[in-house]
C-alpha cells in the first residue's frame, strides 16, 4: 500500500525495473481509475483507497499472503482503516496473512504494540539503516511578512547558484506553486527546466515532473507533499522546504471539509530533507529558523482525528462493525466526531438500527 496513486505507481515502476520486467509483469499497480496487472503479477502496489475497497469485497484476501503498508506515518484515514480492517480479518478468518508497517519515520513502539497480541507480546520491530547519504541543512528563516513564492524563488536561485544537480522544492499547494513558478520564470539559467507536481495533473504530466533533467541540463521541480515519501528523482541534490503543508480539517459548525495550510511536522521535515540524500550527499534549504525545528510537533496528527468520517462509518457498517472500539485503531476516531457523522446517515436511511 502506497499513500498516493504517484507513489504507487513510482514504486511498481522501480520494482519491475529491478527485475528487468514491464509493470504489469510480476509486479503491477492499481490505483483510481487505471490498473496495470495480469495473471503473472505476484506484488501488487494499490493507494491506501484502493485496498479498502478489496478488503470490503473480499474480507478473507483470497489469494494474498501478505500486505505491506508503506509510509505509514502519514496516518491517512483509509491507512487507519485498512489496518484496522486487516488485522480483523487475520484474527478471524486469515491467521496465515502476513501484515508488515513501514516507514523511515515511524513511531515504532506505538505500531508494535497494536499489531502484537497478548500472547506473543508486541510485534517485533525490524530496523533496517539503508543506503543513506549525507544532507547538509541550512537554515534560511523568512520574514513573515514575505510571501511564500517570494522567499522560496529567491531560495532556489540561491541553491543554484551555490550548489550543483537539481533542485526539489516543497510548497503548500497548487497556487503557491504557480505563483513561485511566475516568480522563476525569466530568472532561471539556460539551462534550466521549471516544472510543477501536484495531484491535480495528469499521471503524464506527473512522470514527467520526476523524470530526471536531460543530460547537461538541470532541473527544477516545485512539489506539493506528494513529492515528500516514497519517490527519488534523479539528479536532486537540493531541496528547498518551505515548512509547510496543506491538510483538510472539517468543521463541524458548517459540516464541510476545509484546507488549512498548517507547518509540517519533524517527521514530514525529515521525510523532505532525505529527498536530498537519496542517490548522493545532498543539501537542504529550510525557510526557517533553526530554534523554530524544536517547536514543530514530532508527527502528522492523524487524519482520524480531523476527517468528517462520514465514508468510514459506512465502510465500518459494510465490515459489520457498529462500534469502532470492536477494531484495533492506532487512534480511535473521537466519539463526538463519529456521532455526528452516524445522525445524518441514519436520517438518510443509509444505516438501519443494527
Known amino acids: 500500500l ?9 514504486a511498481a515502476a522501480r520494482m519491475a525495473s529491478v527485475l528487468g520486467e514491464e509493470v504489469g509483469g510480476t509486479v503491477g499497480f492499481r ?30 484476501l483470497t489469494g494474498v499472503a501478505a500486505v505491506l503498508f508503506d509510509e505509514f506515518h502519514e496516518r491517512s484515514l483509509d491507512g487507519d482503516l485498512g489496518l484496522a480492517l486487516a488485522l480483523d480479518a487475520q484474527g478471524a478468518l486469515r491467521p496465515d496473512l502476513r501484515l508488515l508497517v513501514m516507514s523511515a519515520t515511524l513511531d515504532g513502539a506505538r505500531v508494535a504494540a497494536v499489531l502484537g497480541d497478548t500472547v506473543l507480546g508486541d ?30 524563488a529567491a531560495a532556489v536561485r540561491r541553491a543554484l547558484a551555490e550548489e550543483t ?3 526539489l522544492a516543497f510548497l503548500p499547494g497548487q497556487a503557491e506553486i504557480r505563483r513561485t ?22 499521471p503524464r504530466e506527473q512522470d514527467a515532473a520526476i523524470r530526471p533533467a536531460a543530460p547537461g541540463r538541470r532541473k527544477v521541480v ?13 539528479g536532486v541534490r537540493i531541496v528547498v522546504d518551505s515548512g509547510l503543508a496543506r491538510v483538510p480539517r472539517y468543521e463541524p459548525a458548517t459540516g464541510m471539509t476545509r484546507l488549512e495550510t498548517v507547518r509540517v511536522s519533524r517527521a514530514s521535515a525529515d521525510q523532505r530533507r532525505g529527498r536530498a540524500g537519496r542517490t548522493g550527499p545532498g543539501f537542504c534549504y529550510r525557510l526557517w529558523d533553526e530554534p ?7 508527527y502528522d496528527r492523524p487524519e ?43 436520517d438518510l436511511d443509509a444505516l438501519d438500527g443494527d
Open 222 to 234: 516545485l512539489a506539493t507533499s506528494i513529492a515528500e515519501t516514497s519517490l527519488t528523482i534523479e
Open 304 to 346: 482520524i482525528l480531523e476527517a468528517d468520517l462520514a465514508s468510514f462509518v459506512l465502510d465500518l457498517a459494510a465490515w459489520g462493525v457498529a462500534d469502532p472500539a470492536g477494531l484495533a485503531f492506532l487512534d480511535p476516531p473521537p466519539k463526538p466526531a463519529w456521532d455526528e457523522a452516524v445522525a445524518p446517515l441514519k
Open 123 to 152: 510485534a517485533p520491530v525490524v530496523t533496517s539503516e539503508g543506503r543513506a547519504f549525507p544532507v547538509e541543512t541550512r537554515h534560511l528563516g523568512r520574514d513573515p511578512g514575505e510571501r511564500i513564492e517570494v522567499a522560496m
Open 165 to 167: 544537480g537539481s533542485v
Open 2 to 10: 502506497e499513500p498516493r496513486r504517484l507513489a504507487a505507481r513510482a
Open 181 to 202: 513558478a511566475e516568480q522563476l520564470d525569466g530568472r532561471l539559467g539556460a539551462d534550466v527546466d521549471l516544472a510543477p507536481l501536484y495531484g491535480a495533473l495528469t
Open 292 to 298: 523554530q525545528t524544536a517547536a514543530l510537533a514530532a
Open 31 to 60: 490505483v483510481r481509475m487505471e490498473a496495470k496487472v495480469s495473471a503473472r503479477t505476484r506484488i501488487e502496489v494499490v493507494t491506501e483507497g484502493v485496498f479498502t475497497r478489496l478488503i470490503l469485497d473480499d474480507p478473507e
